[in-house]
């Protein structure tokens, strides 16, 4: 054997990890910029009564003030009375992401939001939105890692990552009378967030990957080789059954053994992607499309008159023009049991599938029915 193979045995090769999936996961919007600002306007607006909008403001309000520019006055910045806006509109009607406006003390807080888009906005026009004394208004570029500022984006701007709001939010705590909805709104919501900030972060499977790629790519091209001769064996035993020929369709896991030409609408499966897995099987199916397909109700009750049909497993797929009417697996307990599989293929057919699919091929022809189309 391959040395490179034997050495990837011997290591301890990590699991994949589990990612859970949320909401937002499963609508596709965890990525939307749009559907992010959404969540934390809806959190900062007192008017929307989530119990939350104090404990928002106050973390955001926590980061800007550690990261304030030398040329701020933290005593200035502080807003009282303040309304949220989302896609705020400058005199230039450029759009910004968040913004809280405390127009009595003539306070803001200018919030551009990024998640894997560069940060190229017009921010000097962002920044001109609100006539309000210079150091009373402060920009936040909300981030997803931490990002350089500069020029004039530096004097007027903070960055602030997302991970490190949602954790200044958690380390406060939420409120003890918050209602269940928006506990799990918000959950849900920083766990979006945790998975976003890691995303460019390599896990432990992608680092043992790139430390043992040579002996991984030689484990896969072994996989590559072992999928190889699965699919020799299955086009050796299509050839030792009269008519039968391999389809040359290309699927993952499975090929298909087919009769004659054209092609007839009753023919096998051998679903081999279980033995790939690791689940020691391969499993034998007598499909039906097209006409075939078509009768298969009238097929199933033939074999249940005299009880066949319950001596196999029952087919597991039914789609619009084909199905699986039975089938019955090969266990494999020892590799070694692959050796000569084309023999063993041709013998649980010839001895469990042959007979039924020509009994089902006369009942087609006894309908007018032909066997191909």
């Known amino acids: 054997m391959n040395q490179d193979l034997i050495d990837i045995l011997m290591l301890d090769i990590p699991s994949p990890e589990s990612q859970m999936m949320g909401f937002l996961e499963i609508a596709g919007k965890a990525h939307s910029e749009n559907v992010n600002s959404n969540v934390y306007a809806y959190f900062l607006d007192s008017a929307n009564e989530s119990g939350c909008s104090d404990l928002f403001y106050q973390a955001l309000m926590d980061l800007i003030l ?10 200035k910045l502080g807003l009282e009375d303040y309304r949220v806006y989302r896609e705020y509109a400058s005199e230039n009607g450029n759009r910004i992401d968040i913004v809280l406006d405390d127009p009595a003390n003539e306070q803001a807080i200018i919030i551009e939001n990024k998640i894997y888009h560069i940060p190229i906005n017009p921010f000097d026009d962002y920044w001109a939105a609100f006539s309000y004394p210079e150091d009373q208004k402060v920009g936040v570029l909300l981030t997803l890692h931490p990002t350089p500022l500069d020029g004039s984006l530096a004097e007027h701007f903070v960055n602030i990552t997302h991970q490190e709001w949602v954790n200044r939010i958690q380390s406060m705590g939420l409120p003890s009378g918050l209602d269940t909805r928006h506990y799990i709104y918000l959950n849900d919501f920083f766990h979006t967030i945790e998975e976003l900030s890691k995303s460019d972060t390599m896990n432990e499977q992608a680092e043992f990957f790139f430390k043992h790629h040579k002996k991984i790519l030689n484990a896969i091209a072994c996989r590559d080789q072992a999928i190889q001769y699965l699919q020799d064996q299955i086009e050796t035993a299509a050839q030792g059954l009269e008519g039968g020929w391999m389809s040359d369709l290309k699927r993952d896991g499975f090929r298909y053994i087919q009769f004659n030409s054209p092609v007839e609408d009753i023919y096998y499966t051998v679903y081999f992607k279980d033995l790939l897995e690791g689940e020691k099987k391969i499993t034998i199916i007598l499909d039906t499309w ?10 199933m009750a033939l074999l249940k008159e005299d009880g066949r049909y319950d001596s196999f497993q029952p087919g597991w797929n039914n789609s619009a023009r084909s199905s699986h009417l039975i089938a019955e697996n090969i266990e494999i307990e020892e590799a070694e049991q692959l050796n000569g599989l084309d023999s063993a293929i041709t013998a649980l057919i010839n001895t469990r599938f042959e007979g039924i699919r020509r009994e089902l091929n006369e009942y087609m022809l006894s309908k007018g029915l032909k066997l191909s189309n």
């Open 66 to 75: 550690e990261k304030l520019p030398v040329n701020k006055d933290p005593d």
């Open 290 to 299: 097209k006409q075939a397909h078509a009768l298969r109700d009238e097929f």
